[in-house]
């Protein structure tokens, strides 16, 4: 538990930059009115360069800190950031849709329909 602690201690900056980095190119896109197509087209570069870079921190966490066997890093690399990555944006949101009675309720993949 210590080691963990540790862990999010160090990361905590990087983690808070780069929420807060967000936020500020999102604040942008809304106040200097950046036209749908623009911000849709900008999406599909930085989500998936998103994804990317997810993919390629948890696998180099697990190798720095776990086994060096390649089905062991791809196994990681893919639940640790597109798992996680699809719990978040489908079947979190689908829950919740569910919970509320949304009318039109349905688990999206917009990486995959897109």
Same mark, same amino acid.
């Given at each position: &538990?210590? #080691? ?6 160090? #990361? ?13 190119? &999102? ?14 087209? /900008?999406f599909w570069v930085l #989500? ?12 180099? &966490? ?12 791809? $196994? ?14 489908? $079947? $979190?949101?689908? /829950? ?10 349905? &688990?999206?993949?917009?990486f995959i329909e897109k």
């Amino acid at each position: &538990m210590k #080691h963990i602690c540790r862990e999010l201690k160090a #990361h905590a900056p990087s983690t808070v930059f780069g929420a807060l980095t967000g936020i500020a190119i &999102m604040a942008v896109i809304v106040y200097a009115k950046v036209p749908r197509a623009a911000s849709e087209a /900008l999406f599909w570069v930085l #989500h998936p360069l998103h994804v990317l870079l997810s993919v390629l921190v948890t696998t180099g &966490m697990h190798r720095l800190h776990g086994k060096r066997k390649l089905w062991s890093k791809v $196994i990681i690399g893919y639940v640790g950031s597109i798992g996680i990555a699809t719990l978040s944006d489908s $079947i $979190i949101p689908f /829950l919740g849709e569910w919970l509320v009675g949304l009318p039109r309720k349905g &688990m999206r993949l917009a990486f995959i329909e897109k």
